[in-house]
């Protein structure tokens, strides 16, 4: 993306997660089209002293100001540190030129899995904002979550003191499902829908997000069109005036349109994945997905319910077994959950102010959330609605031996395998899954190279290769 953006005449900043190679200085990311970085090379670290473990005994410093290691931020809360970058480099851009900033946040993703280990981390004066949450974990995840939502505030704030805000397209999104129930040592929350991050059942592969900007045609709704993450280079990359046929080879369908419009998405299938190493893969075609093989053997292929709530704010209602249905319940003596407090924000201030109507758009999208009395949303919420979970729904799909089935409109926790039933919409879901394994390029992934463990190098992760 900072390649091509970089030719519409772009000032290109990464702040955050790299996660796409270091071995040699030339995969890093100042060579890879961003004109600065701030933030680590790896995909997961410590949120506090900034190190990272990779094998049992590969540990180092892995922070970096472009290319120079950052010895000083032991301490400091990443969420905070990549916040206060992002208001720096907005304050500080020449606005002559547009602005690409990528800001990977680290939260809330896991941090180091070793023993002694925390892998959730975040300031107490986050995580004491949610005492009705009873669940240690799920307490510390919130607190996660309270932090990246004030950093995301502050970020919005600099836009609009700058005078950005009116002229940006603001996009957050994720790049997979929840790891929930501990897995990864995390504790999000993909309830109703089944499995967790790494899986390719609905809680591993779906995402929210959200995308907010001026040149939307039709603003403050729910968006439910199919979107795969590939579709954002060419999506902004055509709204930010870049030639189509620039994308040479590229998987991404242009869906700028049908999220501005609310029409129709040109994306009609997509390929959740191929794994020719463990033997699983997954496909949808409309509304029809088809899933062989399993991840874990099995082990993360349930539903997981939040860990519990106290006091009556009640996000999920039945037990495990009953018929999913989330809700939200409101007490209007919590300042934290008044429309009034939350429409003090100051990112929703900003917002408001930049564009008069957008304080019918935030009145109505968080009245909504709330559910603030005798009110009527102006759209269709997305609500996941399952229905009772059959008796056989741990058993009738057992994607090891052979394909299953689901009908993701109507099942969207896949509950229901079809493959006995749809014998001709397997074969030819199958015969899709073939095409695309025979374009696949040959498994690149190298073993371990221990001349990369950070005891060589000053107990750092650094490039090794010249």
Known sequence: ??????????????????????????????????DSFFGYWLGAEDYLDHKALAQPDYYGLDFRRNMELVTNATGQYSTELFAEEAVKVIQEHDTSKPLLLYLPYQAVHSANLGPGMKPLEAPNKYVSRFPY????????????????????????????????????????TTDNGGPAAGFDGNYASNWPLRGVKATLWEGGVRGTGFLWSHLLAKPGRIATQSVHICDWLP????????????????DGKNVWDALS????????????NIDPKEHHAALRVGNLKLIVGDNYGGKWDGWYKPEEFSGESHYVKGDQNDSPE????????????????V??????????????????????????????????????????????????????????????LFDISVDPCEY????????????????????????????????????????????????WIK
Not at 235 to 250: T, V
Not at 430 to 436: P, T
């Open 133 to 172: 949450i009873q669940d240690k974990n799920r307490r510390i995840f919130a607190g996660m979550v309270s932090a990246l939502d004030d950093a995301v505030g502050n970020v919005t704030k600099a836009l609009y003191s700058k005078g950005m805000l009116s002229e940006s397209i603001i996009l957050f």
């Open 235 to 250: 999506s902004l990359y055509y709204i930010s005036g870049g030639n189509m046929s620039d994308l040479q080879e590229n």
């Open 416 to 463: 229901d395998n079809l493959a006995a039933s749809r014998p001709g919409d397997v074969k030819v879901l199958m015969m899709r899954l073939q095409q695309y394994n025979a374009t696949a390029v040959p498994i690149r992934n190298k073993p371990v190279d221990p001349a990369g463990n950070p005891k060589y190098h000053g107990d750092a992760w650094v490039p």
């Open 343 to 404: 429409q003090s924000n100051g990112a929703v201030q900003h917002m408001m102010q930049a564009f008069p109507y957008s304080k019918h758009v935030f009145k109505s999208e968080i009245s909504h959330l709330v559910a603030m009395p005798n009110y009527t949303p102006r759209y269709k919420p997305a609500i996941i609605t399952c229905g009772p979970r059959p008796a056989n729904a741990t058993t009738n799909c057992q994607p090891s031996k052979e394909p299953c």
């Open 326 to 341: 989330i809700h939200v319940h409101v007490d209007s003596n919590n300042p934290a959950l008044n429309f009034s407090s």
């Open 261 to 272: 419009q609310d029409s129709e998405s040109p994306r009609k299938e997509t390929l959740h």
């Open 1 to 34: 993306m900072p390649q091509y953006f970089k030719k519409l005449g772009y000032t290109t900043h990464i702040i955050g997660k790299w996660h796409l190679g270091f071995f040699a200085k030339e995969y890093t990311p100042t060579f890879r089209g961003f």
